[in-house]
């Protein structure tokens, strides 16, 4: 049987977890990537090169972050997380974000990896997406 998750429920899915799709609009059309992320409790935490997403989501701040939890095929878990897109400037409050991004995850992806192998230094951009809402389904039988 489906049922809605309660707020604890969902906000315990978003904490536990680190994966999850980020969905934008780019050039008019839904844009869903995967994300590693950080969850304090009022905003996630994302750190990207400059690309597609980022350009998407300077232009139209309205973001939503999707993560499942799925146990079996009747046994799961989705939160969809609403929120806008913040992009983090203030220096110190970066690198206490990188800081716990990459301590949670320590291995860079394969195209920053070459990225600073090939070309040095890269631009980081952090954002957050500050949640505005929360709703949850799961499934369990």
Known sequence: MITKLNEEEAQEILRRNGLA???????GR????????LY????????SLPGRKIAALRRNPQAC??????????DWRSVIAFGRYEE????QRRAYYLKQLLRRFPHLTPVESRLVINAGPIEVI???IRIEEVTGLKEEW
């Open 21 to 27: 799709r980020l969905g934008c609009i780019a050039d």
């Open 30 to 37: 839904p844009y869903v990537v995967p994300v590693n992320y």
């Open 40 to 47: 304090d409790g009022e905003a996630i935490y994302i750190h």
């Open 65 to 74: 972050l999707q993560v499942d939890e799925i146990d079996a095929e009747r």
């Open 88 to 91: 983090i400037a203030d220096e």
């Open 126 to 128: 952090l954002f957050a």
